[in-house]
């Protein structure tokens, strides 16, 4: 069974700091990465894709991918309170279906 | 305005009752895809489509069904057979067998049972 492991949180950070979210993944042939935000009630929001070992960076988040280790992080910087929801990690191996992680809750406090 | 809606926002289902939830995509997607979220959950598949007339079952399809006639439109049903509907659902679409291919969702439906 493939899958994509997160912890459930909830990570609280104070306003202006550095959250720093982590996902693990089990198929070593997967080749795309993705982190979705999903606010409460709504659909998940793709904000990053990753598709290359290191870090890529956009606006205040950056994602890094290590395939050796099979990790993948989101880091949001000055995070706001407007960042705080739910942060999906997936996994994608072409020819084959995305895999989501059960999400982290994110809570970015005033 | 490219994008995928679903309809309705909100829907009820009484006991017995078959159920059919709109997902409709203009952005010349080939894959589509159905996802059921329960409350504090991740995302579990139902079914998908890659191409036109074709269509695979996913993770939990027991209790749905799908059709896939034309490229833009990939209905799911809830059938009576599937004893605790009570879930959001979320269709999604790709370009499919794409090596950096990427799912965008639509806005979800909201299934209550009555």
């Known amino acids: 069974q493939k899958e994509v492991e997160q912890n459930s949180g909830p990570l609280s950070v104070p306003e202006g700091a550095i959250a720093s979210l982590n996902c693990t993944y089990s198929?070593?042939?997967?080749?795309?990465f993705f982190w979705y935000r999903q606010y409460s009630g709504k659909s998940p929001e793709l904000i990053m894709s990753i598709y290359s070992n290191g870090d890529k960076e956009d606006g205040r988040f950056t994602a890094q991918l290590n395939k050796a280790s099979q990790y993948v992080s989101l880091l949001i910087r000055d995070s706001q309170p407007s960042d705080s929801a739910t942060y999906l990690c997936a996994s994608y191996n072409y020819g084959q279906n995305f895999v989501f992680g059960p999400g982290t809750r994110l809570s970015v406090l005033p | 305005d490219g994008g995928i809606t679903q309809s309705p926002k909100y829907l009820f289902r009484k006991e017995g009752q078959n159920v059919t939830l709109s997902c409709e995509q203009n952005l010349n997607h080939d894959a589509m895809y159905w996802y059921r979220q329960d409350p504090g959950q991740g995302l579990r598949l139902i079914y998908y489509?890659?191409?036109?007339?074709?269509?695979q079952k996913g993770d939990i399809a027991e209790g749905y069904s799908v059709s896939r006639e034309k490229k833009e439109s990939f209905p799911l049903t809830v059938t009576s057979a599937q004893k605790n509907p009570t879930a959001f659902y979320l269709c999604?679409?790709?370009?499919?067998?794409?090596?950096?291919?990427?799912?965008?969702f639509g806005p979800g439906t909201r299934l209550l049972v009555l």
């Open positions: 999604a679409s790709s370009i499919s067998w794409h090596l950096q291919e990427t799912q965008y």
């Open positions: 489509s890659q191409i036109v007339n074709d269509f």
């Open positions: 198929d070593r042939g997967s080749q795309s």
